[in-house]
């Protein structure tokens, strides 16, 4: 028998030998990765590279480029080299079909990543089903989107987090009490957060003082806030992307709001700081990925995006780079290209380490992923909070 300390000391010992083993084996230069050949793998991008969501498709196909170029220097997907077929909806709606229709005849893709505003990603489902073709989107977080099919994946957390989370963080951390909510009448995303925000926060113990629509193709803004205002309202609630985000937010402050503002993911481009400038103090969005995380894969993804694009990547760039490699990976463990295969394969993801937080595929073909609050403060983003859940 050994005595205790005996066998602790055996256990570190073990333990050395155990940890030289592995730091030996992880030293060895890896074999390099067999270059790939054949005829490639095509997986489509149905992006937004143009019009009012440019930054969003812009970025989420930075991400993906990435995710491609460093999968084929890993040796590639079942030996062969993937491809990227990218279409371009110009944010419009009325586009998106068109765009699926030539990514699966004319370039025969063999999965899509897209879109990223919920809206779009619904217009590409019925498409995506005809033809079982797996559609993985890298930021839809309306609920809606993965119920309309079963080849529609998510990677990201869903509006009924994000929602919560937005009203408790009001609430609780804000200390606000009355809100006005304004929406993008339009927005199947905007439509769905607004209601999440109020239902949450009512139930805490706010009230919504009154409800504003606008349409993104306003062109100002002035009699949408000044109906909000006249609520006396000590908080704007924004469900809207970007562009309408960073106008209203101004119009505001010109009519004199100086209360904090609040709103989701669909917040997250440059165009934002651009447009809203100083005017964004005390505003906070709630976001997928934060620059700040330590994780060394994040800060080396940041790193060479940075050296390429001259910017830190956006939490699109992040989730495009990790929904193609989910399908990578997905296409992979099928071992095979067809699109039900590849489509149970997704269904039976688990546990894939991305850059956004490790990706499960639920039964209802969703991710649970973690939560950041972000803050601005002169034109610049900061880690508010790392939500925990309360
Ligand atoms: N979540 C938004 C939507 O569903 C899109 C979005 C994702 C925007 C990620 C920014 C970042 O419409």
Known sequence: MMRPKQAVVAWLLAGSVLLSVCAAWAAEPSAPAAKPSGAPIKVGHLASLTGSEANFGQSCDRGVQIAAEERNAAGGVLGRPVEISVVDDQSKNQ??????????????VVAVVGEIASSNTMAAIPTAQKYKVPLVTPGSTNPEVTKRGDYVFRICYTDEYQGRVIARFAYKRLGTKNAAVITDQASAYSINLSKIFTDEFTKLGGKVAVEVAYKK????YNAQVNQALQAKPDLLVLTGYYTNVGNIVQ???KAGFEGPCVGGDGWDADTLYQI????????????????????????????KYKSRHGAVPDAMAILGYDAAMVVFD??????????????????????????????TIDAERNAKKNIVVVGIKD????????????
């Not at 586009?95 to 025969?108: A, G, P, R, S, Y």
């Not at 400038?277 to 993804?301: M, W």
């Not at 269904?347 to 894939?352: E, I, Q, W």
């Open 251 to 253: 119009t505001a402050r």
């Open 276 to 303: 809203g400038g100083k005017a964004l103090d005390n505003t906070y969005f709630t976001n997928h990925y934060t620059p700040d995380d330590p994780n060394p894969k994040v800060q080396a993804f940041i790193a």
């Open 217 to 220: 193709t306003d062109s100002e």
């Open 95 to 108: 586009e998106v079909n068109n765009c699926m229709m030539k990514l699966i005849q004319q370039d025969q």
């Open 330 to 359: 997905a296409i992979q463990r099928a071992g095979a290209t067809e699109g039900p295969k590849i489509r149970d394969a997704l269904a039976a993801t688990k546990d894939f380490v991305g850059l956004s937080g490790t990706i």
């Open 379 to 390: 034109a610049k983003q900061y880690l508010k909070e790392a939500w925990k859940d309360e």
